[in-house]
DNA sequence: CTGAAAGCGCTTACAG
DNA sequence: CTGAAAGCGCTTACAG
């Protein structure tokens, strides 16, 4: 058996006795190939370990079957659950899901999406862009098939995916408030992130609901990182009134929170209450298990490639701007509050 | 502006007026391109926005530049600091990295690494491969560029890079043997993996160097995934004499351990020392801090990346087998024998 | 230093 | 139901 990867569908052709054209045509399970023929086609193909060269069949004009996601980074939980549902997905439709990220790369991000979009990729989901609205718009307009997971601002054009931001920050408040709490800090976002905005207004709006004025010093900067989670508790509980309860705008700051608030030798939730955003699969495991809001990250990602999957077939899409329901999960790091 | 993704390379040589192939050479960086020429192309591609179509130039036969990680799940952090390590070298090299997962895959895992890398990789680094050893020698054998982390078994034909895990868990052995630990749990990871065994060699020698007797029922099976740290504690924990200390083959299991050690009610470490495995960034976040084996994760990546642009380079590559250092990290989950 | 030709391995019209 | 031709956008020898 000769090496497989330098056999061509004329050499199928040859041995099975038609031309490539035929034998093309039943590689992509095209109608209209005799039983017989497509026998003998497909027993080539399978003796011989024969593998279509994906940049030919590209470049001839039709499909890669691959598509991409663009993520910040590789390392939270967050990514990787929006990637396992994109993946199944992908997966069952007959496609390639491949990942990856630019985040060292020396050139611009836009440049740098062209060029692996170009040939490489049937399109492409796009999670946290830091690439400025613009450029995205331009991409889209030049025809690359493409959605968002968790935009930036208002890009009511461009197709996308997200959770019910502002109704989950108001569940989560809802829940905080319930508990007695109406001293609550809020550890912000990444500020370039519409998710990160709609928490802050579900968090505002909760608070003014209930007649509680919004107090700015309860309100921290972030950028979704762990660190930065330290850093928002640590400010809070130097206040001379610190919080009861502090409201992480996602799990790894509210872990971070956690670590603080119990190097002080706090009790959490006796001393003080903490809440997430995600339910990223490790806040389960936290100590103590972590209350959070649930985004249906798995279905997010399998969504998103779903809306990709239908603009290939040309079917047409009504729902482009995709909205995914949150939940609150109630587990061990909220309680009553304690003054 | 025409829209760029259609503009090809011969667009560009009518503008800047020279033939297809001076931009080639240009945009390859070949020499032998008088200055002037090599300014008027600069300028067109400049002006048009032109992004070279990767298909086509891999079909002409030279190369992608794209590099492939072909991983189990994109769910732990262990992959997490491998890819970026991978995806910084990479793009230090002028490569791009793409990350992809075949547990969804129908298909074959052999055929679905052969189609993927027909054309689009120019090399592939797979990590903690599920594909026997056999099919993984063929697929070297047909040409491909590899390098292999976390290998199975014994495939000292291939190129590897691996940590060291035979001395990381005799390290870890002999910090909870000197803390007065005689009892000592082993919690053992995926069974097809090298690393899984080596790691209960070093459980075991060290025992044995201090005259231990090997007790079968404080060794485990897991699988590197958390529930099973919680279902080897548990058996553990039932025993009659249970053991005052327990090293899980990696973090997530530790996690596992430490969750239901704690819904027993005991203390870490008081009641009982618990130490893990890769030292994901996660594992000082734990509650206590982990105490831990560091595989350099990031330096791991890398390297493998680097072995394959070498490969490629035609470089002689003459540490084919990377075995890189592992080193005990002492944190707060172990302490002194209890009884 | 620069260019004309052929070809990479497929697929898309177009015939029959 | 099947095939001969042209072409996708590049690059590799080969000339000059």
Chains 1, 2 share one sequence.
Not at 86 to 92: D, E, L, R, T, V
Not at 273 to 283: E, H, K, N, Q, R
């Amino acid at each position: 058996m000769p090496n497989p990867s330098s056999i061509t569908l004329e050499d199928i052709a040859r041995v099975a006795g038609v031309s490539p054209m035929t034998v093309s045509r039943v590689l992509n399970g095209k109608s209209g190939v005799a039983a017989a023929t497509r026998q003998k086609v497909m027993a080539a193909v399978q003796a011989s370990g024969y593998v279509p060269n994906l940049n030919a069949r590209a470049l001839a004009g039709n499909q890669t079957r691959v598509l991409g996601m663009l993520v910040p980074d590789f390392s939270t939980q967050y990514i990787s659950e929006l990637a396992r549902g994109a993946g199944h997905a992908a997966n069952q439709a007959g496609y390639e899901l491949v990942l990856y990220t630019h985040s060292h790369a020396q050139q611009k991000a836009s440049t740098h999406v062209t060029l692996i979009t170009r040939g490489l990729l049937d399109g492409l989901i796009i999670v946290l862009p830091d690439i400025a609205d613009q450029q995205l718009e331009g991409l889209h307009q030049s025809g690359l098939r493409m959605v968002i997971v968790d935009h930036r601002h208002e890009l009511k054009s461009l197709p996308s995916v997200d959770a019910d931001n502002y109704r989950g920050a108001r569940l989560m408040m809802d829940h905080l408030l319930d508990l007695g709490h109406r001293r609550i800090g809020f550890i912000a976002g990444r500020p370039d992130t519409r998710a990160s905005l709609e928490r802050l207004r579900g968090y505002k709006e909760s608070l003014q609901l209930r007649g509680i004025e919004i107090d700015d010093q309860l309100i921290h900067p972030g950028n979704f990182l762990q660190a930065e989670g330290v850093k928002g508790a640590q400010a809070f509980m130097q206040l001379d009134q610190p919080p009861t309860a502090i409201f992480a705008c996602n799990d790894m700051m509210a872990l971070g929170a956690m670590d603080l608030v119990r190097d002080m030798g706090l009790r959490i939730p006796e001393d003080i209450s903490i809440g997430g955003f995600d339910d990223i699969p490790m806040s389960a495991h936290f100590y103590p298990a972590l209350t959070t809001i649930r985004q249906p990250l798995f279905d997010m990602g399998s969504a998103a490639t779903r809306m990709i999957i239908n603009m290939l077939s040309d079917i047409e899409n009504p729902s482009h701007q995709l909205e995914l329901k949150t939940e609150l999960v109630v587990r061990s790091s909220t309680g009553p509050a304690s003054n």
